[in-house]
């Protein structure tokens, strides 16, 4: 029996073990691409500052300043048995003002393109806008397909920037399944035992609304004095945050885990009581489909977060969770009480969660994906 041939994508993306959302977005693709579709065989070319030891899928390094470095990455795929190259795309993630450097990549390359775009490129600055747009339509002209995460962004495509609907596809993030180590372990060190547990957990920037927590933080221990919340991730407004907890004098109540292993972060999910992530718009820039909430669903938990962007594409406002004004401190604080003291709503809450996070089965998304690559290799 002969073979079928192999189908050959090359995927370019920041890649674990950096610490960032897309670069694990990155690796359970690969992993879950791989158990779908043996026929497809995957490496990848990572962009990168600096010197990261990488598994043996990462073929080579896109040095992120350096404009030859993806002038000889074009040459590599172009001599390479690439069928197609897989991009993940966000703003800040390529080099140069918005990733311009991007441009001297597609450009030059020989093979097909798709694109998965996890920032929508408006903003309501009407430079930075003007700016993006225009960046985006010339990268958009070289791929066959563009991926979104939302229904929503691909609404903006389209009215925006007059994207053909034809080209655009919205394939929503997977939810993988991650193994947790004995809680007992983590409980005893953190001192959990017979708390109340909220978190928040992902990178830590000033749009994630995380301030706003620990501001409403008094009023919650005022009727719950064994209410305990956890920080986990790392980010540019860490230090901006732990100011604010001696500010508050919240040192015994918040406490600050920085990056852990998915073992560790499946744990904390176990651990907690309620997630919280209330995301902001920070200058037109606002969270994308927020995949963080579903994996905070898949362990039974309510989630509060931000009424902005496509949030609401993974959050059931009021069903699996409930959607806030990111801005009002008063409304997070009701709505933390809320799921707290009413024990019924909480139980429907976290078993409708649970059978939400089924229609965003990582294989399930990754099917769709892999079909859809191919249709365009």
């Known amino acids: 029996m002969v073979e079928k041939q192999k189908f050959n994508i090359i995927m370019i993306s920041i890649y674990s073990p950096k610490e960032c959302g897309i670069a694990t977005y990155a690796k359970n693709l690969f992993l879950a691409l791989n158990k779908v579709n043996p026929k497809v065989n995957i490496s990848i070319l990572a962009i990168d500052e600096l010197k990261n030891k990488y598994s043996q899928e990462v073929k080579r390094i896109i040095e992120k300043e350096k404009i030859n470095s ?12 690439a069928n197609l190259v897989y991009i ?21 390359l020989k093979v097909p393109i798709v694109m998965s775009l996890h920032t929508v490129p408006i903003t309501k600055e009407a430079k930075r806008r003007k700016s993006r747009i225009e960046l985006f339509k010339k990268f958009s002209k070289y791929c066959r397909k563009i991926i979104l995460t939302t229904s929503l962004a691909k609404k903006t495509l389209i009215a925006e920037i007059g994207i053909s609907k034809n080209r655009l596809k919205v394939i929503y993030h997977g939810t993988p399944q991650v193994k947790y180590i004995t809680q007992n372990k983590i409980k005893d060190k953190l001192k959990l035992n017979n708390k109340k547990v909220l978190s928040s957990i992902g990178l830590i920037n000033s749009s994630k609304g995380i301030n706003l927590v620990v501001e409403a933080l008094p009023d919650i221990i005022k009727e719950h004095k064994d209410v305990v919340y956890l920080i986990v991730g790392t980010g540019t407004y860490l230090s901006e945050l732990k100011k604010l907890v001696d ?19 499946a744990t904390l999910y176990k651990l907690s009581k309620i997630f919280i992530m209330p995301a902001k718009d920070i200058q037109g820039d606002v969270e994308g489909f927020g995949i963080v909430y579903l994996d905070a669903n898949s362990f039974g938990l309510p989630v509060i977060a931000g009424n902005t962007g496509g949030v609401k594409e993974a959050v059931l406002d009021n069903k699996t969770g409930i959607l806030i004004d990111p801005n009002n401190k008063g409304e997070l604080g009701q709505a933390i009480l809320k799921l707290i003291n009413d024990k019924e709503l909480y139980s429907k809450m976290s078993q409708a969660g649970i059978k939400h996070v089924v229609l965003f089965n990582w294989l399930k998304q990754s099917k769709i994906l892999s079909d859809l690559i191919e249709k365009n290799g």
């Open 70 to 81: 993806y002038c000889e990455a074009a040459n590599y795929i172009n001599n390479s048995e």
């Open 88 to 108: 993940q795309h966000e703003f800040g993630i390529f080099g140069k003002h918005d990733g311009k450097l991007l441009i001297q990549l597609l450009k030059n």
């Open 247 to 265: 500010r508050l004098n919240l040192n015994n109540q918040v406490i600050f885990l920085g990056a852990v292993s998915d073992q560790t972060l």
